[in-house]
């Protein structure tokens, strides 16, 4: 059996990922092959969804399809699983060539597909985006372009998948402890691929903790106002202009951002961000896109619980820097500005 797993993102795959990578040689020891042809040292196989979406991210020196396939068809491995959520967006031409590829030992298939309610999603969404200053839009702004994204109907994501593999193959799961096997991600994905989680060797596998502090509003924002330019610092601050800032810089700036804050104890008000009406749209959209995967799917997923039934609390104002004193948001901005930019392996 080969189990590939498309995301979502934002969706528990880096918790997925790092396990799967933790554990390879127990796996394979139990006939489950998590091969690092295509990943090298990253815990996904991002890269064989660039090579096979033809995308100039692909990097061959970390393992190609073509290795892949000759390394699978001389294992003794029972399964093998692939991971990474670069494969979300893959279109029917190269699903139907992947598949070709890997249909080398007369494998059964099967697509894992997790969603994430939109109502979790999108805030989530936006903390992982500002914090690395992949934007600098407010959360209104962000919510509306989300809203609006071709990706937001995860149905068609999961059509062109299930149209190539067919229904059977799909394995579409929700992110909510409710519907998990033991309420538990890991423990419901070793059951997809055949193993016990309650068995000896199952109870023996590393699990990694969390990557990494999520956090707070007030970093977020503090951060948000450097790319936006609303800091209000003077030209001549270290943190004054992030344009030149690599890509490798902008996430090592925001995981120094959210160790500050860590120290602060900010990381411990995530804030509230959304609106009420932005509540009762996200839970809309993604219960109308289960309803279409429900008539198709050979199985039915839950619809999200309505509004009432939630803890759910509306913002009482948009969080923005202007929300924290001008003291305290000095001193963050002096303590970030001190911090290195050395890139750390193994940040998320």
Known sequence: MIVIHIGLRKAGSTAIQSFLSANVESLRDMGVEYPTIGRQQRVDHNNLANEIRG????????????ELADYWGGSNSETLILSGETFEESNPTHIGALKELLSLKGDKFRILMINRELLDLIPSSFSQKVKYGDTADDFDTFFEQRMN?????????????????GWGCMCVRELDSRFLVNGDLIDDVLTMVGLDPSSDAARALARPGPANVAPGWRVLEAVRAL?????GLDPGHPLADLSKLTRNDQKMLGVNAIEIGQR?????DKGLYLTEEQALRAIETHAQAIRKLNRVLPYKLPLPRPLEDRDFKPRKFL???????AERLTSFYEKLAAM?????????
């Open 264 to 268: 602060r104890g900010w990381n411990e």
């Open 340 to 348: 290195p930019l050395t890139w750390r392996p193994g940040v998320a």
């Open 149 to 165: 994204h071709r990706r937001i109907s995860v149905n068609k994501t999961a059509m062109r998948w299930g149209e190539i593999f």
């Open 227 to 231: 790319y936006s330019g609303e800091a």
């Open 319 to 325: 969080p923005d820097h202007t929300h924290i004193s």
């Open 55 to 66: 995308r100039s991210q692909f990097d061959p020196k970390y393992g190609t399809l073509a």
